[in-house]
C-alpha cells in the first residue's frame, strides 16, 4: 500500500467502512502533530476529563 499523500510505502493503515488509507512516516507524524494542535482535540480532553501521562 502507498501513501494517501507520496508514493512513499505506507508505514501505518486506517480503515473506515471499508475505504483504507495508508500513511508513509513523514505523513503520518505530520498527521499526529496536527491532532495534537487541534484546539477541539483540547477542548474535548477538558470535556472528558482526559489527563495527559506525565
Do not use: N, P, S
Not at 500500500?1 to 505523513?27: F, S
Amino acid at each position: 500500500m502507498k501513501c494517501h499523500y507520496c508514493d512513499d510505502d505506507a508505514v501505518y493503515a486506517a480503515e473506515t467502512d471499508g475505504i483504507k488509507v495508508g500513511l508513509c512516516e513523514q505523513h503520518f507524524q505530520e498527521r499526529v502533530e496536527e491532532l495534537a494542535d487541534d484546539e477541539g482535540l483540547e477542548a474535548l480532553r477538558e470535556q472528558t476529563e482526559i489527563d495527559r501521562a506525565e
